[in-house]
């Protein structure tokens, strides 16, 4: 059990929120969003559509831990544990060195940083949102709590109130970073709740790819992890975000994800879920300036006592923006995915077009998919098409693998890792080589 | 087969279905649910919805399938034309039971917008709980295809006659799945009146 300097102990109220921010140091308008997060979180139910989240009691969760870790410099000094967590994941030791930025999270706080010199001559801005706060207040002030408002569901509620760590990004006009920013988060105490604050701006014109992957060392009692990532993306820029989610599972991961596209600007979600007891995420996107682009690319990969709810929500504010929402789910051992999501396509929104697709496979006769859509077109001049098919790995192509030497395990993570290839191509990668040996390990021993 | 034809106003209807059969929904306004569940193995349900949705038109009709029993078949098509102020909003849900094994079931929604202040919510849904099926939907929401008005228009037939060959020819795909000649005429009587 690692040490800690400083916790909050168990339970919310308003004394542990005005602690976290007297302990940050922080100044009184960010004290002020927290107990506004704070009041809306009590005031809202819980969410009865969804995933089943009764299980959770806030009273048992430890809302801010302060690790007693330094923040490290070097890779040297970066600790054993999270190397290790590296190593399960696959990483190979050449390719750690050459990682363009690594940013891990230790528990609530960033530990280890390190940007290249020749983005930070370029104006580029990656640090923690704490430290983001006492460097860049203004831009923190203008654009945080925006895209997403405080109100806007229980979660990010109680994300605004009790926030701790998190990526801050800022690109300055016209710089295009083309290599993708990392982050690793992990959560290491039970019934810790780790409540992280992504804030991602790019400027006229710029381009990033902003990484995370998440995995947790194994421990027995629930935990929550309830993150808030907003993004902005000015004209003609593009962002890409990918996330590779591997919690482990016990954990209730209910994260709020929104970007705010303008003119001809380019937002881009690729999102694999395969670990936590309960996800429920729908990466989002406004497109909010003319000729504006969102893509969703997804992953779920639900087993035993797993329910994977996610999806995506695209919203055409302007003429001829353009949507693609591509969802592959993957259901087994009893486990549930179901994709849930909303495109809405605005009076105004002329000549703008939406497509989204769902894929699903369930591999035994104890699992489940649902399929739970919604697409509402409030202009006449605009397209939405939307097809969904649900099967499962068929008999045939399992013969023709077997009769080609290959078990039935090997075949059928074949045919999975086959069935993902199209959401999976577009993943960096390292995290390309890290999905296909996860699923492999998900799928051993699946059959019987 | 054997063909029911329901025109739902706000009104529910449970249907079960033991025999191979033909369900034809013509729906204008007014919420409404159907439900058709499929009992016997073996059994096969077609079920064909068209929707005529004008003037201030508030239609809320959600169609059900639910598969109780192994080996059952359905399909359904719901074609749309929202037209004026109207507003359509159309679930379609397909549910395969655990027990209802080597099922297969598709759900197609065509949905056209005619006027710039026709509104439509399309959701077609699945919820699956056995493996050995084949279930899939298709939804799309769109105006008339401006590129086959323009080869009608270039053929000297006038906008407003090009309109209605293509609304006709949509309603049509739906119309000639009906294989009772009675049936079909009926139908097609009521939603050209």
Redesign the interface.
Same mark, same amino acid.
């Given at each position: 059990m690692p040490d800690y300097k400083f916790t909050t102990g168990k339970g919310l109220s308003e004394a542990v929120v005005r602690t976290i921010s007297n302990k940050k140091q922080e100044p009184k308008w960010l004290l002020d969003y927290r107990l506004k997060g704070l009041e809306v979180f009590n005031s809202k139910p819980m969410p009865q559509w969804g995933a089943d989240l009764n299980q959770i009691n806030f009273d048992e969760l430890t809302y801010y831990v302060d690790p007693a870790e330094k923040k490290s410099r070097t890779w040297a000094d970066v600790p054993k544990e999270i190397k290790a967590t590296f190593d399960k994941l696959g990483v190979p030791e050449a390719e750690k060195k050459f990682l363009a930025g690594v940013e891990s999270q230790y528990d609530s706080e960033m530990i280890y940083g390190s940007l290249k010199n020749a983005w930070a001559d370029k104006g580029v801005i990656f640090c923690s949102m704490d430290e983001a706060v006492k460097l860049y207040p203004e831009l923190v002030k203008k654009y945080m709590n925006t895209v997403i408002p405080i109100g806007d569901n229980k979660f990010s509620a109680l994300n605004s109130a009790v926030w701790s760590g998190g990526s801050f990004v800022y690109v300055p006009k016209g710089v295009k970073l083309d290599q993708p920013l990392q982050a690793y988060f992990r959560i290491n105490t039970s019934k810790f709740g780790q409540f992280e604050r992504t804030l991602i701006i790019a400027e006229d014109e710029s381009m990033v790819h902003y990484t995370e992957g998440c995995t947790a060392p194994a421990y027995t009692e629930s935990s929550l992890h309830a993150a808030v990532v907003e993004i902005f993306v000015k004209p003609h820029a593009r962002v890409q975000y990918t996330t590779v989610q591997n919690w482990y599972k016990n954990i209730y991961n209910l994260v709020t994800k929104r970007a705010w596209v303008e003119t001809r600007g380019e937002m881009i979600w690729t999102d694999a879920n395969l670990g936590s007891k309960v996800t429920m995420k729908y990466p989002s996107f406004i497109l909010a300036g003319e000729g504006a682009r969102g893509e969703t690319l997804s992953i779920a990969l639900a087993n035993t006592d797993q329910h994977q709810d996610v999806g995506s929500k695209a919203t055409h504010l302007a003429p001829n923006t353009k949507s693609l929402i591509v969802s592959k789910s993957v259901s087994l051992g009893g486990g549930r995915s179901s994709y849930r999501g909303l495109v809405q396509i605005n009076k105004g929104a002329r000549g703008s077009v939406s497509k989204v697709i769902c894929d699903a496979l369930i591999l035994d006769s104890r699992s489940r998919s649902d399929t739970y859509p919604k697409n509402r077109i409030w202009e006449n001049d605009s397209r939405l098409e939307h097809e969904a098919t649900v099967s499962k790995v068929g008999e045939e192509q399992l013969f023709y693998l077997m009769s080609r030497g290959l078990s039935e395990d090997q075949a059928r993570a074949m045919v999975v890792n086959g069935f993902i290839e199209p959401v999976v191509k577009k993943l960096p990668l390292e995290f390309a080589v890290e999905m296909n040996r996860l699923i492999e390990l998900e799928m051993e021993g699946s059959v019987g | 087969m054997k063909w029911q034809v329901i025109i739902p106003s706000k009104a529910n209807y449970h249907l079960k279905i033991a025999h191979d059969q033909g369900v034809v929904i013509l729906a204008k306004t007014g919420k409404s649910e159907i439900v058709i569940e499929l009992n016997r193995e073996g059994t096969r349900a077609l079920v064909l919805g068209l929707i005529q949705s004008t003037d201030q038109d508030d239609l809320q009709l959600k169609v059900t399938t639910v598969h109780q029993a192994p080996n059952t078949h359905a399909e359904t098509m719901i074609y749309g034309l929202i037209c004026d102020q109207a507003q359509a909003q159309i679930k379609g849900l397909i549910q395969i039971k655990?027990q209802a094994?080597r099922v297969t079931d598709f759900l197609t929604e065509r949905?056209l917008?005619?006027?710039?202040?026709?509104? /439509?919510? =399309?959701?077609?849904?699945?919820?699956?709980? =056995?493996?050995?099926?084949? /279930?899939?939907? =298709? =939804?799309?929401?769109?105006?008339l295809d401006k590129t086959e008005l323009f080869y009608l228009m270039s053929r000297g037939v006038s906008a407003a006659e090009g309109e209605r060959l293509i609304t006709d020819g949509f309603i049509n795909q739906v119309l000639l799945r009906i294989d009772n000649a009675k049936i079909r005429q009926q139908v097609s009587q009521y939603v050209r009146r």
């Open positions: - | 655990k094994q949905i917008l005619l006027s710039p202040n026709a509104r /439509a919510i =399309a959701e077609p849904e699945l919820e699956i709980e =056995a493996d050995e099926v084949r /279930a899939s939907h =298709a =939804a799309t929401v769109s105006s």
